[in-house]
């Protein structure tokens, strides 16, 4: 997603103790639970797994989300050269 000026976000993930985790260049969330949280960023899909994750604050406008919780991984999955026009972002993901 670009920003009014047309220009990439910068994707920046600040994270503190394994407890609380700033993240920027968000595009969207697709999914999220008490143990994961998908999301789609600049760099690619964006999988944060762990327990009693909650998404504290969610501005997409601005692309930032807050999670906080017991984070135990973030993976990420490069799927944006992949895949057809029209195939879904969670086909393409768990191809």
């Given amino acids: 997603?670009?920003?009014l000026n047309?220009?990439?976000?910068?994707?920046k993930v600040t994270m503190t103790n394994r407890k609380t985790c700033t993240l920027n260049g968000i595009n969207d969330v697709l999914s999220f639970d008490i143990h994961e949280i998908l999301?789609?960023?600049e760099q690619g899909m964006l999988m944060?797994?762990?327990d009693e994750l909650h998404v504290n604050r969610l501005t997409l406008d601005k692309g930032e989300?807050?999670?906080e919780g017991k984070i135990d991984s973030l993976t990420y999955s490069d799927v944006s050269g992949s895949g057809q026009k029209g195939e879904s972002l969670l086909t393409r993901l768990f191809r």
């Fill in 1 to 3: 997603m670009e920003d």
């Fill in 6 to 11: 047309g220009i990439s976000r910068m994707h």
């Fill in 39 to 41: 999301l789609e960023t």
């Fill in 48 to 50: 944060i797994k762990g």
């Fill in 65 to 67: 989300v807050d999670v």
